[in-house]
């Protein structure tokens, strides 16, 4: 029946593969408390580097490497910077700021390009 139903969406069928379960969607309807955004830690200001390594940015540099779960609400990271999760990695250019919000969002901004080409 999948491959039958494949073909009358798609316009066409693989019957000779195995079907194999990838993703689903779920839609949930209903009400949740508004997320209670936290107030900014006091050494929210001091980050602790856990790494440097070597990126290019107009050429190499030593840059810091952070950990993103371990960023807390209020803190800071100028660019040049890499910031690194399980899931994605963000790279801060030079003069680029990113700031955790209070709901722990990466607010960044990127800085002021010269010389639009």
Do not use: M
């Not at 997320?35 to 006091?42: I, K, R, W, Y």
């Not at 950990?67 to 609400?73: S, W």
């Amino acid at each position: 029946r999948f491959h039958r139903r494949h073909e009358d969406l798609y316009t066409y069928a693989s019957p000779d593969q195995e079907v194999v379960f990838v993703n689903a969607r779920v839609a949930a309807i209903g009400h949740i408390p508004a997320p209670t955004p936290e107030q900014p830690s006091p050494q929210a200001k001091t980050l602790a580097v856990e790494t440097k390594r070597q990126a290019f940015f107009d050429g190499w540099k030593s840059v810091p490497v952070y950990q993103i779960d371990k960023l807390v609400p209020g803190a800071t990271v100028e660019g040049p910077a890499i910031l690194e999760a399980e899931t994605t990695t963000v790279v801060a250019g030079v003069g680029d700021r990113v700031t955790v919000n209070s709901l722990g969002w990466l607010d960044i901004a990127l800085r002021a390009q010269s010389g639009a080409a």
